[in-house]
């Protein structure tokens, strides 16, 4: 026998009984603790170990095996985590005021429109941010990332696809700011954001990042101007229990008269015959009508131009012609704005597009 390390159990082999290896004395010689608590030295020669107390060979192949792949594991966890996180451009030349930044950044920097994006939460302080990254589904919140910014870092919430904008334009960033010692004490940061999906098929939307070094939809949740209170105001803060401060600027959008009507991102569909505009038109003089329709119409376009959408279908119907000359000529006192007839399989003969333009090109 010639491999025994502390901790085993041996048998004598010129003598009945066994013991516990205790001690290394040399390469010839250990000692051994025996039934009765006593440890006498032994020469390794005579000692036999115990393989009914020993693991079988292919547990201990199936435990290491185990192990090796819980590190593997653990170690791309973490190689993935790692790549999620990346520093910040911090002296660009047009780099964005310190705050902190919700981020749409396309992976196609020459084809903005198509492929997929990344979310980004950026921290653009001096102070490390613990954050929780909530979206709204439905009447529901949903945690979808949590963890710890340092300081001048981004983080890749996730990659997302153009089908998926829809479900990650409304929510909510919540957020700490730490420190080891500071001169301010920084509020919670609690920023509700609210994006129009339409807003991500416009290439004037993607402007170039300073600290990201790239083309990207930029909403700023907070400056950190607007996060930081001296002693005095952080002291009466807590002692008056006054809750998290709001944002600097207003990231959830009211929603817009045109909304009712969207059938995709950026395009909405208006019926513009009467039944559909009044429940009674008793009493309503063709002329009457005429001017509820043209007034619906012009407060949809107007709608659908202030909350930049690209297309919007208006039902005009078959009729006589004079409702859609109408919305023609109204058309000419309008800028960035185009008409066309609608889709004939869709609507037949009785509908008209109408296709905004991108008041930046």
Known sequence: MT??????????????????????????????????????PCMISDLVLDYRSQPSRQQQIVDTVQQEIQEKQLLQQQQQEDARHGGLRRFA???????????????????????ALDVMLVNHTPYEMLYTFTIREADRYVNVDYGQL????????????????????TGIVQ????????????????????????????????????????????VCLSELVALKHGDGDFNRIMKEGIGAQ????????????ID???TAPGEATVD??????????????????????????????????????????F?????????????????KHYKNVENRMASIAKFGVGAIDVVIKDKEK
């Open 3 to 40: 491999n025994v390390n502390i901790g085993d159990k041996v048998n004598f082999l010129n003598a009945t009984g066994g013991g516990k290896v205790t001690k290394i004395i040399d390469s010839r010689m250990v000692m051994v603790e025996i039934e009765d608590g006593f440890e006498v």
């Open 93 to 115: 030349k047009e780099a964005e005021k310190e705050g902190a930044y919700l981020a749409f950044v396309p992976h196609e920097q020459q084809w903005l429109l198509t492929g």
């Open 150 to 169: 340092e300081k001048y870092e981004k983080v890749v919430v996730e990659t997302i696809s153009r089908e998926d904008l829809e479900y990650w334009c």
């Open 175 to 218: 957020a700490l700011f730490t420190a080891e010692s500071s001169d301010t004490m920084l509020l919670p940061l609690n920023a509700p954001f609210s994006i129009r999906a339409n807003r991500f098929f416009k290439e004037g939307s993607y402007q170039a990042s300073g600290v990201l070094g790239e083309k990207a939809v930029m």
């Open 246 to 257: 709001a944002p600097k600027k207003d990231l959830v959008m009211k929603e817009a008269p």
């Open 260 to 262: 009712k009507h969207r």
């Open 272 to 313: 513009l015959h009467i039944g559909e505009l009044v429940d009674n038109i008793m009493g309503l003089s063709s002329h009457d009508m005429f001017k509820l329709q043209m007034d619906y119409f012009k407060k949809m376009l107007d709608s659908a131009i202030a909350a930049e959408y690209t297309k919007v279908t």
């Open 315 to 331: 039902i005009h119907g078959v009729g006589n012609g004079v409702l859609k000359n109408a919305i023609i000529e109204e058309l």
